[in-house]
């Protein structure tokens, strides 16, 4: 999904609660809906229950206030 050259940001331990209209995960003690559109490849998590790495442009991870 990202532009050619887009800084990405890899955050480790996510955790993915639940899937629904917009999947909810959790990073350092804080849940949020991220669309599966704006996952990056390398990221590792696709169903409830997975923990694992989220890789999101830096433009995405900033407006969910992740940084």
Request: overall charge negative.
């Amino acid at each position: 999904m990202s532009d050619a050259g887009a800084e990405l940001v890899k955050l480790e331990d996510v955790l993915f609660i639940s899937n629904g209209l917009v999947p909810i995960c959790e990073y350092k003690g804080r849940r949020f809906g991220v669309p599966f559109r704006v996952l990056e490849p390398g990221s590792t998590i696709h169903a409830p229950g997975d923990r694992g790495t989220l890789v999101l442009a830096r433009a995405v991870a900033e407006w969910l206030e992740l940084l």
